[in-house]
């Protein structure tokens, strides 16, 4: 018989851990990592190519943790874009 996974389990919060972003129990993978894959066109089996620890099940709980928080994840995502070019154009010109 197989058992059945309470997929609120997946996905963890641990602060000092990814920086206390949600992140996939038992990876160093946010659900940041993912959405980004994702919205760059990737297909959550093309994900799985890219990141074979993880699963099927593991890839889309992360995306349904993305579209339960979204605006808040977007809004993460679109400060740390803003922080990179900001680092890239103050260090980067120094290379």
């Known amino acids: 018989m197989q058992t059945l996974t309470d997929i609120s389990t997946l996905i963890v919060r641990t602060p000092g851990i990814c920086g206390g972003r949600p992140r996939i129990d038992g990876h160093r993978i946010t659900v940041h990592n993912i959405v980004i894959d994702f919205n760059a ?7 799985i190519d890219e990141r074979p620890q993880l699963t099927l ?7 349904a943790y993305y579209y339960a ?5 977007d809004t993460e995502i679109r400060s740390d874009i803003e922080e990179y070019d900001r680092l890239e154009a103050e260090y980067g010109a120094k290379l």
């Open 41 to 47: 066109g990737r297909k959550p089996e093309e994900i």
């Open 57 to 63: 099940a593991q890839i889309y709980s992360a995306l």
């Open 69 to 73: 928080n979204k605006e808040v994840i």
